[in-house]
């Protein structure tokens, strides 16, 4: 770990995120408001952040506004304050968010089912996607080791999927991460597409490395959310443009302020009229590419489940380190088994280190020796 660049930053990011996401989950109950929960996770994430080097001048707090995608729904999912959408029997939740300690991002996501008959584990096609993408995330948190080749991770998670019945969804990646960027330019598809074209590389130590596993009991074709009008978006730190409106230009210095990099929710805008006026900006720096929407993608099959699993891993000499540690799994059980000594069952049993966060309030400040404050090293087995 020592050889991570910011690593401490990294793992209070992890605390964080962690943290925040537990809070989020345990609030996923029938009837609870999705919009209540978007907005809850973002405020704990900012109120862990604070904790950490308290008095400090860096900026810290949300990396990736929280989304919650139910069933088909598969990303970008961050519903406004007056959505009435709430939480049924049976749904499929997939919470995911993103926090930053000074530019140090850390991100998590999971899957979890509200469960009929909680004692009885669920075994019927959401517990087949969920078997799948949580076992198949497991296997390609093992193959996150220098040398190993990115297509490696694609091709694993297809043979593992598809041995439940399901497969990987397309448009979705995994991703390296700098601070400050966020994602970052050297992608994994989770399913192969001539489209994609992504460049194929190596994993190295000292990459720090956005793992991110989505599985549909459809096909795993995506199409445009066309109901869920896009709510996040992140600006082009590239782009630049003289807008001639002054609620553009308004909405555009709003978010340079606020968001100069990380993705941002338009919940975050103030509200009223003030609010309207710099909403009414977003059209114009849209279309001049200044800023741009995440957009909410569905699984094109109706009556299809999608369930995700992400997790923040940092790459050493001796393999993967896994800085944001999983989360509590729902009762679930598939009809589907891993055939005995293949592949995947290989991989599975091989090492992977999970480092133990402490609580927040333990997090200690020293100063370096160039009088930043910097996090304290964090214990790890």
Same mark, same amino acid.
């Given at each position: 770990m020592e050889h991570v660049e910011g690593i401490e930053y990294y793992q209070a990011a992890a605390a964080v995120v962690h943290e925040a996401l537990k809070v989020v989950l345990e609030r996923c109950t029938v009837g609870t408001p999705v919009a209540s929960l978007c907005l809850l996770g973002d405020q704990t994430m900012d109120q862990y952040a604070s904790q950490i080097c308290p008095g400090s001048q860096f900026a810290k707090g949300v990396a990736y506004?929280? %989304?919650? /995608?139910?069933?088909?729904q598969v990303q970008n999912v961050a519903v406004q304050a007056d959505d009435k959408v709430t939480l049924q029997l049976a749904d499929v939740v997939k919470v995911e968010m993103a926090a930053h300690i000074d530019g140090h991002?850390? %991100?998590q /996501?999971?899957?979890?089912?509200?469960?009929?008959?909680?004692?009885?584990?669920?075994?019927?096609r959401r517990a087949d996607t969920i078997c799948a993408a949580k076992i198949a995330h497991e296997a390609l948190l093992r193959r996150l080791r220098p040398g190993v080749e990115s297509s490696e991770l694609t091709t694993l998670g297809h043979e593992i999927v598809t041995t439940f019945q399901c497969a990987p969804v397309e448009a979705t990646y995994s991703f390296a991460?700098?601070?400050y960027v966020y994602p970052g330019s050297r992608m994994v598809p989770n399913r192969f597409r001539a489209e994609d074209n992504q460049p194929e590389f190596t994993f190295a130590v000292g990459d720090v490395f956005v793992l991110n596993t989505l599985v549909s009991s459809g096909p795993g074709q995506v199409r445009d959310a066309g109901d869920i009008r896009p709510t996040i978006y992140q600006r082009d730190v590239t782009q630049s443009y003289y807008l001639k409106m002054k609620s553009a230009a308004r909405f555009y210095d709003t978010v340079v302020q606020r968001h100069p990099v990380f993705p941002f929710t338009l919940r975050e805008l103030s509200s009223g009229e003030d609010g309207l006026r710099m909403k009414l900006g977003l059209t114009e720096c849209v279309q001049r590419g200044l800023v741009n929407p995440l957009i909410p993608l569905v699984e094109k099959r109706r009556n299809a489940f999608v369930a995700q699993f992400q997790s923040t891993v940092v790459i050493t000499h001796k393999g993967p380190a896994c800085i944001t540690p999983p989360q509590a799994m729902s009762f679930v059980h598939s009809q589907y088994n891993l055939p005995a000594g293949s592949n995947a069952v290989q991989v599975l049993n091989e090492p992977l280190e999970v480092?133990?966060?402490?609580?927040?309030?333990?997090?200690?400040?020293?100063?370096?020796?160039?009088d930043k404050d910097e996090v304290a090293p964090m214990d790890m087995n």
């Open positions: 506004p929280t %989304s919650i /995608a139910l069933n088909g991002v850390a %991100s /996501a999971h899957t979890l089912v509200l469960n009929p008959n909680p004692q009885q584990a669920l075994s019927d991460i700098d601070r480092v133990d966060l402490p609580a927040l309030a333990t997090i200690r400040i020293t100063k370096g020796t160039d």
